[in-house]
């Protein structure tokens, strides 16, 4: 009878988990590099598994095409095929099906960093698609640029946190609490 008591008085001792919000982010972070006047491709899919907890989808964006507005007044359009970012996010089944993206933005000039929020969000594998073209060149130093672009998607979901076993800022995700 010892040890119950002593466990009942150890429970009543710890402290109460709670929920804190959690970000899992994913990063795209490229610049572009070519010794050669040919432009460089980049392409990309990720797939992100939301589940029923994910509460919030962050989006955040930007495009660095240094002279493009330049070359555009010179060679119109040029810089549309060559220069260019395209990057869209897709719901689970809707690429397949022949749907539309869940979001979408293609930049073939300067785009200022913007942020998009969403939270109407489906369970599955979203699939994050970007497909990309640009120069880079440091052949000439007063000519010399690099075009750029980042993007970042971050899913926010709920944890819990327990003082007797997390750190500052650590917790389980609620997902696996609630498969146990």
């Not at 980042?150 to 650590?170: A, L, W």
Request: proline letters at 4%.
């Amino acid at each position: 009878m010892g040890l119950v008591m002593q466990r009942e008085i150890m429970e009543d001792l710890r402290e109460e988990p709670f929920p804190i919000s959690k970000d899992e982010s994913y990063f795209w972070d490229v610049t572009f590099n070519s010794d050669t006047l040919e432009s460089v491709q980049y392409t990309n899919q990720t797939q992100i598994l939301f589940d029923d907890t994910v509460s919030k989808l962050t989006i955040t964006f930007r495009a660095q095409f240094p002279y493009s507005s330049i070359l555009e007044d010179v060679i119109p359009n040029g810089t549309n095929e060559y220069r260019y970012v395209d990057a869209k996010i897709w719901e689970p089944g809707v690429k397949e099906s022949g749907g539309n993206p869940y979001w979408e933005v293609r930049a073939t000039q300067d785009y200022p960093l913007e942020r998009f929020e969403f939270s109407d969000l489906v369970n599955g594998n979203w699939l994050v698609e970007i497909e990309a073209r640009g120069y880079g060149n440091d052949l000439i130093d007063v000519a010399s640029f690099h075009d750029h672009f980042d993007m970042t998607v971050t899913i926010t979901k709920p944890c819990v946190h327990f003082e007797e076993i997390h750190e500052i800022g650590e917790c389980t995700d609620l997902s696996e609490l609630q498969n146990r």
